[in-house]
């Protein structure tokens, strides 16, 4: 199998404001959000990062994507350091995070425009991915209604589409089906297996059992910025055990070893 992202011991430590202290109930002025974590993603397959808040999901993914930098540690995508060749990593990837505010008065279709233009792609490649994505996700009845003005799924749904305009070949998403009525969730997970069997990289975030059980072809298991277990569901799971299960006892263990 062909590793197309590679992390390599990655640490994330954040100093807290006297208001997370306050919220986090500790009087520790930093946080190690990622401590020591590592795997590889593959070329072909969907790896999911699963935790609960604030374990350190989108501290990675935030990690992965170049918008933050590991304080140690590196990550690699296709062989590009993230800290040494952002440029590069940037043009492979394409970021979905609840982080991304589109503005109220633009449109989809002025924002699909736009993103492609940063992304360097030709007017007739943009043009006929905008045709398949809006009708792909239901965007294209909306494309002049101004984002202020549609539902939470459709602007969740025109954020992805903005996500994928320049065709990327790593797809990183936190969180895609947050928010999202089953029917758009459907729709969504459908696409991620449909760009996977296409030999695409997804990493997706999630604390969502199920979802990993029905698209993941690996998990890593996250917990308080460490990495416990990487693996398919068979490598991981006993006979009539479950992923739910398995994640609690684990979270036991762990708590125990402390």
Known sequence: ??????????????????????????????????????????????????????????????????????????????????????????????????????????????????????????MATAEARKKQLFERFGVAQFREVKVGELSTGMRQKVQIVISLVHDPDIIIFDEPTNGLDVLTAKVVTDYLKELRDNGKTIIVSTHIFSLVEKICDRVGIILDGKLKVVGTLAELLSPGENLEDYFFLLVEGSETHE
């Open 1 to 122: 199998m062909v590793s197309t992202v590679s992390v390599k011991n990655i640490t994330k430590t954040f100093i807290l404001s006297k208001k997370q202290m306050k919220i986090q109930n500790t009087d520790q002025k930093t946080k190690v959000a990622v401590d020591g974590l590592s795997f590889d993603a593959y070329k072909g397959e969907i790896f999911g990062l699963l935790g609960p808040n604030g374990a350190g999901k989108t501290t990675t993914l935030r990690c992965i994507s170049t918008l933050i930098k590991p304080d140690s540690g590196d990550i690699f995508i296709d062989n590009f350091s993230v800290i040494k060749d952002e440029d590069q990593v940037r043009s492979s990837i394409g970021f979905l995070t609840s982080d991304l505010k589109l503005e109220d008065f633009f449109t989809p279709n002025y924002l699909y425009d736009y993103f492609s233009k940063l992304h360097g792609v030709d």
